[in-house]
């Protein structure tokens, strides 16, 4: 299709305007068609920006390495520039947005002189889905339009969805690296200048606008800009939510079925939670999302959610046969894989897949030879993968994808799962006591920092509510009132019986040593079953003033965790508890000011009496 044949005028127009302004020497309208999937990822390899791996070990697979400035979320140059600069809140970076629209329209001008503009229109959600949402991306990048194939529904159906006339969120992105008369890439095309790069989102106008980067999030316009930070803003516009959230589906040994929410930060376990194989007995999980869910309430008054994704961007270090077997079963072939190692048999490897690199050299993410690691243990400073590299795969190429994954409908959501990465104080499982609490309990999560995140301390802890810090495209303590609305609404519909119970888990604690105290990935199963008994209302909970911890042998005992390692992990930390409020008190409610809703604050004081009590 051609810019002619758009049918939708202000989609038109629009994309005319963005030419006019980047002067590309041609624009393509995408189709999604395997053979324009093919022809991106033969662009990458030609120009010598991307290899295609062994045929007999990995099939139709590629292997890509960014420039050493283009590696992760760069928060720092991540901008919420909304009118009002209150309503971008303490949590994200404000710019004025006029004034960032004339710094970036300059940059912007001339930007894919020498290059093709790919205009992709896109789908957040299955085709049609009335939770679901369109998106057109503007990009320079063939790397950008085989992710987006991957990651999104591409293609001439969503373009007959938006129809002459439908919302869509425009999406314009330049990986800034203009070409002269003859010139070629020498090397991965960005703006090198971490300060130079923009990721910018307008939320009056529920525009996306990126600069300088071809890497994940910041070019992958459908993933977390368009997701999580816009969509967050539509979803408080329209009555909705969308989460930073896995989707899995649960279904025990007597074959009863729910589906479970759950929100973690970036390194956090949560792709190995939704394509968890529990040790248990006769229990099963599906996947149906491993990062994001979109959710409303049906006309039942149930909460259903979609995972508007169709493919999966993982973390590689890590990840192995023992942490997520399905995974690794997932990406055996058709996979994008960016800033790992290619071994001399091209295949690739990165640390922590379980087994030494083969082969005597290795070429690492950053294009050096080296002599291959005898160990797959990461070496500080010698490592062959980034520590964010990354797997691009298809949603349908994992073996536990459930078969309702991309059901238009949605699934029916029976329980939410906050948590995060804590050595201390957080037990291994806790249920909030009702849906004011579990707010209250979701507002005040923590965790450490990982290295998804460019330009933060990884190790450091910073609460990180609902793990939705770098992700919620307004104030985070109207975000709370959101919450606090919809579960209201509910009530008051005599809905609150069907509202998702709320708990909270930690694989993370450790002991004296500093020595992991639960074993986690499939073991998680043992507190799934704890979650999905309580949902029913089983009595295997002691109640005590931060929620309902599991009840001594509530929690089956995986071989290698003792009692006393168990009762450790869930007692009530009535010390660590007490400093844990005097923070939030100090360090986090704080910053919301007026807007923090006065519900969470008087929780916060009900839990500090309660604890005093005892």
């Known amino acids: 299709m051609n810019l002619s044949e758009l049918k939708h005028a202000g989609l038109k127009q629009w994309v005319e305007e963005t030419a006019a302004l980047m002067t590309p020497d041609a624009v393509e309208i995408c189709d999604g068609t395997k053979a324009e ?308 048999d091209g295949d690739v490897w990165w640390e922590q897949i379980g087994y030494p690199a083969p082969g005597k050299t290795i070429t690492t993410w950053k294009g050096e030879v080296i002599p291959s690691p005898t160990t797959d243990k990461p070496v500080a400073g010698q490592e062959v993968a980034h520590v964010n590299a990354r797997f691009t795969v298809p949603a349908q190429q994992c073996p536990v994808i459930a078969p309702e994954w991309d059901d238009p409908k949605g699934v029916p959501i029976s329980a939410f799962l906050f948590g995060g990465r804590r050595a201390a104080t957080i037990p291994l499982a806790n249920q909030a006591k009702d849906w004011v609490h579990g707010v209250f309990m979701g507002s005040i999560t923590g965790s450490e920092i990982t290295a998804a995140a460019l330009d933060l301390q990884a190790g450091s802890i910073r609460r990180d509510p609902f793990a939705m810090v770098p992700f919620c495209g307004y104030h985070m303590g109207d975000y709370f009132a959101h919450w606090l609305k919809l579960g209201k609404q509910a009530q008051d519909a005599g809905n609150g019986d069907k509202l998702p119970k709320i708990f909270f888990v930690n694989w993370f604690r450790k002991d004296e040593n500093g020595k992991f105290m639960w074993p986690g990935y499939s073991e998680n199963s043992r507190v799934l079953a704890w979650l999905f008994d309580r949902c029913d209302g089983a009595d295997n909970f002691v109640e005590t003033p931060i929620g309902n911890l599991p009840k001594p042998g509530s929690i089956s005992l995986p071989s290698d965790v003792s009692e006393a390692t168990m009762a450790e992990l869930i007692k009530l930390d009535v010390d660590g508890w007490k400093k844990e409020i005097a923070d939030v008190r100090e360090n986090h409610y704080s910053k919301f000011g007026d807007k923090l809703p006065k519900e969470l604050a008087a929780q916060l004081d009900v839990m500090e009496k309660g604890l005093n009590s005892l």
């Open 37 to 344: 999937y093919d022809r991106m990822l033969k662009i990458m390899v030609d120009a010598k920006l991307g290899v295609k791996l062994n045929q007999d070990k990995r099939p139709d697979s590629y292997w890509f390495r960014s420039d050493p400035s283009d590696v992760a979320r760069a928060e720092s140059r991540t901008f919420i520039a909304s009118k009002n600069k209150d309503d971008a809140g303490p949590t994200n970076n404000w710019t004025d947005p006029v004034e960032l629209k004339k710094t970036m329209e300059g940059l912007y001008k001339g930007c894919m002189k020498g290059r093709t503009m790919y205009v992709i229109p896109f789908s957040m959600g299955p085709i049609g889905s009335d939770i679901a949402k369109i998106g057109v991306e503007i990009s320079d990048s063939p790397y950008v339009v085989f992710n987006m194939h991957i990651m999104t529904r591409v293609g001439a159906k969503v373009l007959d969805v938006l129809g002459t006339d439908g919302f869509f969120v425009r999406c314009r992105h330049s990986i800034a690296k203009p070409l002269a008369a003859g010139e070629k890439d020498t090397g991965w095309p960005c703006e090198p200048d971490v300060n130079k790069k923009y990721i910018s989102h307008f939320p009056d106008t529920y525009e996306i606008w990126s600069y300088g980067s071809g890497y994940g999030g910041n070019a992958l316009l459908g993933k977390k800009c368009l997701a999580l930070r816009i969509a967050s803003v539509l979803g408080r516009d329209e009555g909705w939510l969308a989460e930073h959230m896995l989707i899995l589906k649960l279904t025990n040994p007597q074959g009863k079925v729910k589906y479970i929410g759950g929100a973690l930060p970036s390194a956090c376990g949560k792709t190995n939670l939704a394509m968890l194989i529990p040790t248990l007995p006769g229990w099963k999980v599906e996947c149906i999302g491993d990062d994001i869910a979109w959710m409303k309430f049906g006309a039942d008054g149930q909460l259903y959610a979609i995972n508007p994704e169709c493919g999966f961007f993982g973390v590689l270090p890590g990840t192995s046969d023992h942490s997520n077997k399905s995974a690794m079963d997932s990406i055996k072939k058709n996979t994008i894989f960016t800033n790992c190692g290619l071994t001399e």
